[in-house]
């Protein structure tokens, strides 16, 4: 093999190795922007529910979905912290004790700021003690 094919097979390689690693890890406003992600799993556990608790990703990084409550604020991403410090909400109460739990700890997570990790479809939210894993659900393709 000639040298210039083994340079070339050499870039190709460091290429795909950094196009593979820009899909996992800590997202961009942009990665995010316009995706609606749907709640698949509380600490490892695989959630299952009626109604099933989003969080979507707008204009700016406005940050709303629904736990039992409809949410809204606007987020911040500050390294691998997503935060929304000012978040309101509707103040139902929920029918399902485990979803008022998940509501007040997912509204202080944010708070607080989450840990974030963006990976394929998956979303990953973390801190105050919770793992919430939501996949890519967009509403129109």
Request: glycine letters at 12%; a negative charge; charged letters at 15%.
């Amino acid at each position: 093999m000639n040298t210039y094919f083994k340079l070339m097979i050499i870039g190709l390689a460091i290429l795909t190795g950094l196009n593979l690693g820009a899909c996992a890890g800590v997202p961009t406003q942009g990665e995010l922007l316009h995706h609606n992600f749907v709640l698949t799993e509380v600490n490892g556990v695989v959630f299952t529910g009626e109604k099933i608790p989003n969080i979507q990703f707008n204009e700016g990084l406005k940050v709303s979905g629904a736990i039992c409550n409809n949410y809204m604020g606007q987020g911040e991403l500050v390294g691998d912290k997503l935060f929304v410090k000012e978040l309101a909400s509707t103040k139902m109460l929920c029918f399902d004790q485990n979803l008022n739990e998940l509501e007040f700890a997912f509204g202080n997570m944010l708070m607080n700021g989450a840990t974030v990790n963006y990976s394929g479809n998956e979303l990953m939210l973390s801190g105050d003690g919770y793992r919430l894993k939501f996949k890519l659900q967009d509403f129109v393709d």
